[in-house]
T-cell receptor
C-alpha cells in the first residue's frame, strides 16, 4: 500500500470555481502535511503546510486536515488559469521520511 | 529571494557512462535532499544530508549511485554507470530545520536523459 494516495486527475474546473484536491495517507502517526504546486517542467514549490486538525487558510488556498480519517485536502477558491498545475501532497512519516503522492493535475478553463 | 542552485539543467548521456549533478543549497540550510522524479510520479527521496552526514540513504541504489556533501555546504550526486531507467528529473532541496517537518525549498532540477 502506498504511503500517500492522490487522484491523478486530470481535474478540470471553470475559472472562478472552487477546485478541491484530496489526499489520503496510511501512517496514522504522521504529523506534518504539505501541499506543493508543480508547473510542467518546473520544480515543486510549497504553497501550504498544516500540522493540526481543521482548516488553515492562506489567501485563496485552504488546507483541511482530518487525522481521524487520514485525509488532507486543498481547496482553491476563485480558481485562475494560472493555477493550472500538478498539486503534490506530501506527508511526513517519522522525523525525516517525507513521502510524496503522485500528484493531481489541475486545469482551470478560462 | 535565496534559491537552491543546481547544474546542469539538462544532461543527455549514453548508458554505461558516468554523470554527475551539483547542488548548492540556500545559505544556512543544514539539511540537503536529493530526490528523483520520474515523469508522472511524485518525487522519491534518494539521500538526505544533515550538514556533511548522511541521515537517510536507504533508497539510494548504492551499486551505481553515490552522493557526497564534504564540507556540509554544496553536494554532488553521481551515477556510474547510467542505465536507461535512470532517465528522470533529479531535484535537490534544502531546509533550515533538521527534520522533515521544515518545508523544503527545491532547486530547478536536472533533467537526465539516458540513451
Amino acid at each position: 500500500q502506498k504511503e500517500v494516495e492522490q487522484n491523478s486527475g486530470p481535474l478540470s474546473v471553470p475559472e472562478g470555481a472552487i477546485a478541491s484536491l484530496n489526499c489520503t495517507y496510511s501512517d496514522r502517526g504522521s504529523q506534518s502535511f504539505f501541499w506543493y504546486r508543480q508547473y510542467s517542467g518546473k520544480s515543486p514549490e510549497l504553497i501550504m503546510f498544516i500540522y493540526s486538525n481543521g482548516d488553515k487558510e492562506d489567501g485563496r488556498f485552504t488546507a483541511q486536515l482530518n487525522k481521524a480519517s487520514q485525509y488532507v485536502s486543498l481547496l482553491i477558491r476563485d480558481s485562475q488559469p494560472s493555477d493550472s498545475a500538478t498539486y503534490l501532497c506530501a506527508i511526513l512519516a517519522g522525523a525525516n521520511n517525507l513521502f510524496f503522492g503522485t500528484g493531481t493535475r489541475l486545469t482551470v478553463i478560462p | 529571494e535565496a534559491e537552491v542552485a543546481q547544474s546542469p539543467r539538462y544532461k543527455i548521456t549514453e548508458k554505461s557512462q558516468a554523470v554527475a549533478f551539483w547542488c548548492d543549497p540556500i545559505s544556512g540550510h543544514a539539511t540537503l535532499y536529493w530526490y528523483r522524479q520520474i515523469l508522472g510520479q511524485g518525487p522519491e527521496l534518494l539521500v538526505q544530508f544533515q550538514d556533511e552526514s548522511v541521515v537517510d540513504d536507504s533508497q539510494l541504489p548504492k551499486d551505481r549511485f553515490s552522493a557526497e556533501r564534504l564540507k556540509g555546504v554544496d553536494s554532488t550526486l553521481k551515477i556510474q554507470p547510467a542505465e536507461l531507467g535512470d532517465s528522470a528529473m533529479y531535484l535537490c532541496a534544502s531546509s533550515l530545520g533538521v527534520t522533515g517537518a521544515t518545508p523544503l525549498h527545491f532547486g530547478n532540477g536536472t533533467r537526465l536523459t539516458v540513451t
